[in-house]
């Protein structure tokens, strides 16, 4: 789930509340800003960089929740009585963020209405993207989750061209994030790659014409090769 906030009055809140009770930190990449069991007792807005939400099952399966970006937010089960973390925060890239305890974000919600507005907004826009992974998870093929998580980790459908995908993230991460195997998601990359929907110089890139991997409902118009579209007990 990638979600990117251009809401003014939600940047104005960022900057109110570095200034109200807000701490400052700048967690480095790979650095844990918080364990899953730690308490929950503070949310956290992001100034800069790229924040990876992931929780591990009761048999030790970890399954990658979220990217977050510049703008976005975590932590806030603290507001609906969470005592404890249900997932782990780490840096995926040198980050910048602002540390606000429970009792002073539900105070600066209360009095001032355009910042708990703009606040829900991000709240329901957060809903709205996560009933939309839902839907993907469970009726598109894997081929096409990883196309549609990679258009939104260049954050396509934003203003300007798809940007370079920040951040090393490894095709294991990918194959958490979209339910499958990594054997699956190298095969599903070099075949984005021999398309030309992607290239990869070190930076992934993506490109428009990757959205044809999300709308089309036959995926071997797209030349999928047998090898490609071997079957695979997963994914």
Known sequence: MIIKNNNKSYGKLLIDLSYDGGAEQYPESGSVIYSQGDRADSIYFIHDGEIRISTVSAHGKEAVVAILRAGDFFGEGCLAGQEVRIATAAALTDSSIVRVERATIVRVLQENRAAAGAFTSHLLARNIRMEADLIDQLFNSSERRLARLLLLLANFGKEGAPQPIIGEISQETLAEMIGST??????????????????????????????????????????????????????
Do not use: C, W, Y
């Open 182 to 235: 990594r054997s699956r998601v190298a095969r599903f990359m070099n075949k984005f790659k021999r398309l030309g929907f992607i290239s990869d110089n070190g930076r992934i890139e993506v490109h428009n014409s990757l959205l044809s991997v999300v709308l089309r409902d036959n995926l071997h118009d797209l030349a999928i090769t047998d090898e490609d579209d071997a079957p695979s007990p997963q994914g």
